[in-house]
């Protein structure tokens, strides 16, 4: 795990310059655990399966198919349309 210091439920309630080094750390932990497959991971409320609410990252290896993180949802064909939609109100709240 890797877990900022400042407490937060969620993602967006730790400020950005307490974010700066967690891909760091987590890409350090990756590489002392010598894993060439791996996944990061960060759940964001009780849907999302976070069970802890402070905010912390897994770093998860995926040595092969069968251990690690197992990633499934219903894949369904995207509209360029209501995708491109998507991306101009998104850009414009950021």
Request: glycine share 6%; no cysteine.
């Amino acid at each position: 795990l890797v877990i900022p210091k400042h407490h937060g439920a969620k993602l967006t309630d730790i400020p950005d310059e307490q974010l700066s080094e967690v891909l760091p750390v987590a890409k350090r932990i990756a590489r002392a655990m010598g894993a060439e497959n791996y996944n990061i991971l960060q759940n964001n409320g009780r849907l999302a399966h976070q069970v802890v609410d402070h905010v912390h990252f897994h770093m998860i290896p995926k040595p092969n198919e069968q251990e690690g993180l197992g990633i499934g949802w219903p894949a369904a064909d995207a509209d360029k349309d209501k995708l491109k939609e998507l991306l101009e109100e998104v850009k414009s709240k950021i």
